[in-house]
């Protein structure tokens, strides 16, 4: 393996690679980051979601002009579903391939070799993806803005609460499809990663109906399903009953206090998938 090569997939430079202590831990961390965002913005599918966005935005408005004094609420539904579907996607697709392309390419031997740790890797690989994903979200976020802007609306704090919500929910499925790569194939950690996001999603909907079952294994086993699945629902809301009230993007909404709430979730589900994935990560053999 050639010198640039070593250089051009590590992309560390030589002070944060020899660093010591936990400023050089973050340092490491960083530079990882940092070589995963331009690694990622290279990648031409990331282009075709943004484009696949833009055209739901057009879709939106060609479907509020067609409803009845509906036009900012089709903007607002088509917006925030799209944030919440294509940057989880996204999300999935980059946590899967990335991790996996630099076992599959063999630059991780030279990344390995290196006074890094693996753990340092598999987080800066995280941070990377995350990184990409808020340039996404704060894209879509404000593509959807400008279109209900151009419809007469304004930007509410509902809307924002919405938004923001809908990047924690991204950076959740992020997290997982990176515990599924640090272990299994791309095709399996898409699979395992896409299965754990409509779970996620519809646990609330999953737990009624299985509270009807005759079965006692059938609930036992989809109580530990959700036990072990990240809430996602927590962060796609509207419309839906929250502590016996019902809350719309369109009306009256969560509170900050609950997106805070929620926030915290997400991020204790992050550090787990990440310390899990670290290890297994770490258990794995480069030979």
């Not at 941070?127 to 879509?140: K, R």
């Amino acid at each position: 393996m050639s010198n640039s090569a070593s250089k051009s997939s590590a992309g560390i430079s030589p002070s944060a690679a020899l660093g010591g202590g936990p400023l050089g831990s973050i340092g490491r961390v960083w530079a990882i980051a940092l070589n995963t965002f331009r690694e990622a913005a290279r990648i031409r599918v990331l282009y075709g979601v943004v484009i696949l966005v833009l055209m739901s935005n057009v879709l939106a408005l060609v479907l509020g002009e067609m409803s009845i004094y509906e036009e900012q609420r089709v903007s607002r539904d088509v917006g925030l579903a799209g944030i919440s579907i294509f940057g989880s996607l996204t999300a999935i697709f980059l946590g899967v391939f990335l991790l996996y392309g630099e076992v599959q390419r063999r630059t991780v031997h030279a990344i390995v070799s290196k006074p890094i740790q693996r753990w340092e890797f598999v987080v800066g690989k995280y941070v990377g993806m995350a990184l990409v994903l808020t340039v996404l979200v704060g894209l879509f976020g404000a593509a959807m803005a400008a279109m209900v802007t151009y419809q007469g609306g304004g930007v509410t704090s509902a809307l924002l609460k919405a938004v923001v919500l809908s990047w924690c929910e991204v950076l959740t499925v992020a997290a997982s499809a990176i515990f599924f790569s640090s272990f299994s194939s791309p095709f399996l950690s898409g699979i395992f990663a896409l299965a754990m996001f409509v779970i996620g999603r519809l646990t609330p909907d999953i737990a009624a109906a299985t509270e009807t079952a005759k079965s006692s294994w059938i609930r036992l086993v989809t109580k530990v399903t959700l036990e072990i699945v990240p809430d996602l629902h927590l962060y796609s809301v509207s419309g839906r009953n929250v502590d016996g009230d019902p809350v719309s993007v369109h009306g009256d909404f969560v509170s900050w206090g609950y997106v805070a709430t929620s926030a915290g979730h997400g991020f204790l589900w992050i550090v787990g998938l990440m310390a899990l994935a670290a290890l297994l990560f770490s258990r794995r053999d480069f030979a």
